[in-house]
T-cell receptor, first 109, second 113 residues
Framework: QKEVEQNSGPLSVPEGAIASLNCTYSDRGSQSFFWYRQYSGKSPELIMSIYSNGDKEDGRFTAQLNKASQYVSLLIRDSQPSDSATYLCAVTGGFKTIFGAGTRLFVKA | NAGVTQTPKFRILKIGQSMTLQCAQDMNHNYMYWYRQDPGMGLKLIYYSVGAGITDKGEVPNGYNVSRSTTEDFPLRLELAAPSQTSVYFC????????????FGNGTRLTVT
């Protein structure tokens, strides 16, 4: 069974701090890696995607991928109260996209 | 600009009843998926389809059935509903090309009592 593991949290950070979210996956054949944000009662929305080893930056968000360690992370710089949500790590291999359980992030004003 | 449309938004079923959750997309995506999300949990893949007439099981298929007769529609059938099927159900689609993210519908909240 292919698995995606995340620390469920909650992770609490003060406003303006860096939030660091981590994810590991079991399938070495995985090809695409995504971070989705989900507000309570809403559907997931894509915030970052990454496909090759290294860092990818988009505004306040940086995704990091290390395929040798089977590890994906998301850094949120200058965290804002509006970033408070559940962050879902998703991994695609072949036809399937498998999700982790999500990490709840609270940003305190 | 509809994207992925799910109906109904909410439904209450009695134990043993059956129902079909509808999902339609207007983006001409080949791949479609059904996920369920239990409270405080991530999404679990129920079934997926890579094109009309082709479906396959995901992580948690028991108690569900699907069909894909057209590119646009991917209904999920619940037979003999059980309390364990109380969940939020999300339909998603993608073009199926490498590196494609999922596009989600707004979800169906189902309660089985």
């Amino acid at each position: 069974q292919k698995e995606v593991e995340q620390n469920s949290g909650p992770l609490s950070v003060p406003e303006g701090a860096i939030a660091s979210l981590n994810c590991t996956y079991s399938d070495r054949g995985s090809q695409s890696f995504f971070w989705y944000r989900q507000y309570s009662g809403k559907s997931p929305e894509l915030i970052m995607s990454i496909y090759s080893n290294g860092d990818k930056e988009d505004g306040r968000f940086t995704a990091q991928l290390n395929k040798a360690s089977q590890y994906v992370s998301l850094l949120i710089r200058d965290s804002q109260p509006s970033d408070s949500a559940t962050y879902l790590c998703a991994v695609t291999g072949g036809f399937k996209t498998i999700f982790g359980a999500g990490t709840r992030l609270f940003v305190k004003a | 600009n509809a994207g992925v449309t799910q109906t109904p938004k909410f439904r209450i079923l009695k134990i043993g009843q059956s129902m079909t959750l509808q999902c339609a997309q207007d983006m001409n995506h080949n791949y479609m998926y059904w996920y369920r999300q239990d409270p405080g949990m991530g999404l679990k893949l129920i079934y997926y389809s890579v094109g009309a007439g082709i479906t396959d099981k995901g992580e948690v298929p028991n108690g569900y059935n699907v069909s894909r007769s057209t590119t646009e529609d991917f209904p999920l059938r619940l037979e003999l509903a059980a309390p364990s099927q109380t969940s939020v159900y999300f339909c998603a689609s993608s073009p199926g090309t490498l590196y494609s993210p999922l596009h989600f519908g707004n979800g169906t909240r189902l309660t089985v009592t």
